[in-house]
């Protein structure tokens, strides 16, 4: 019978615990205690995030061991190791394994650490550029430090994942220019002009707008990545930074734009926009006083060390 009340990552646990860490002991016990092993990467049950829907796919007890590069660990060891763990047991807690795909191949299972980097950050290692820091989607960087590790081998993951659970303050000042910008641009200026015009539609669309890059503004803030777009609202609620504001932001998206709730919500994107300045403040990121969000922006900007990103386009890290 399955266990309803277990969650993703504490089933994989469980199931390593059971049977992976044993396998590795007696048939790799050179590697056993080398290797990353825990379940880190896409998927809801990386973030916590999984229910009773999630289980529909890609529910299972599996979890990932990280290898280190062929130089390291050759393949005849790297396939040895895939087939052992192909072998586990076929059911845990209720719940059935999918078949996996060969080494590399899955989200879960065996996986070459530099391909797990490779494919989220660009690089084998995770060392990132200035330029790469300002482009790689941080949902990806989001999939990189999700997650647990049961067991932290070398230490080599432990540590990259370390190093890139915050990003440069350079980095972080840019994009929030950016997302400052843009937020001014559509729920202080364009909601009431496209709401004056009688053009609700296009009121909406800039109400979407203003929600997303507020919402990435105060990930910005609490120095976590935003997730993929499906789960963050969810990862909102439990930040410790202007959490309760997910209820504002889910009722701009959600209600209508007649003319009595236009106006409630033209003020409540400025209602927003001012506590976003307020944590700027508290953060010491702006030095501008003043209600508008794009004055805001520029301040932020100014914050910013090195010169040429500085002196770059102020909406240069944001879509």
């Known amino acids: 019978m399955q266990n309803e009340s277990m969650k993703g990552i504490e089933l994989a646990r469980a199931y390593y615990e059971a049977y992976g860490a044993p396998m590795l002991q007696a048939r ?10 825990g379940l880190v990467g896409s998927g809801s049950e990386c973030f916590g995030f999984d229910d009773e829907v999630s289980r529909d796919h890609d529910f ?10 062929e130089d390291v660990l050759d393949r005849k060891t ?5 087939r052992a763990y192909a072998k586990l047991p076929g059911t845990f807690e209720g719940v059935t394994r999918p078949k996996l795909s060969p ?3 899955s989200r879960r299972g065996v996986i070459r650490l530099g391909d ?6 660009g690089t084998r290692d995770g060392s990132l550029t200035l330029g790469q820091w ?12 999700n997650g647990a590790l049961f067991r932290e081998g070398d230490g080599e993951f432990a540590a990259l994942r370390a190093r890139l659970r915050v990003q440069p303050h350079d980095v972080r000042c840019k994009k929030l220019a950016g997302h400052l910008l843009l937020a ?10 496209c709401m004056a015009h009688h053009e609700p539609a296009a009121a909406q669309l800039a109400i979407v707008e203003f929600v997303r890059h507020t919402i990435a503004v105060i990930f910005l803030l609490n120095n976590v990545y935003l997730p993929y777009y499906k789960w963050q609202f969810r990862a909102l609620r439990e930040l410790p930074l202007l959490s309760e504001e997910g209820e504002t932001l889910e009722l701009l998206l959600t209600t209508d734009n007649g003319t009595a709730m236009a106006r409630a919500k033209a003020d409540l994107c400025e209602d927003l926009s001012s506590k976003l300045i307020t944590a700027l403040q508290d ?3 702006t030095e501008a006083v003043c209600g508008d969000l794009g004055k805001h922006a520029y301040s932020v900007n100014d914050r910013i060390a090195d010169p040429a990103l500085r002196n770059a386009d102020v909406l240069a890290a944001v879509e």
């Open 103 to 105: 080494v590399g191949g």
């Open 283 to 285: 953060q010491n990121l």
């Open 28 to 37: 790799f016990p050179e590697w056993a205690d080398r290797l990353a092993v």
């Open 184 to 193: 001014a641009q559509a729920g202080q200026y364009n909601f009431p002009r």
């Open 134 to 145: 300002l482009t790689v989607p941080e949902h990806f960087l989001a999939e990189v430090v």
């Open 78 to 82: 790297a396939f040895q190791l895939e």
């Open 116 to 121: 797990f980097l490779e494919a989220r950050t």
């Open 60 to 69: 299972s007890p599996d979890f990932c061991i990280f290898l280190p590069e």
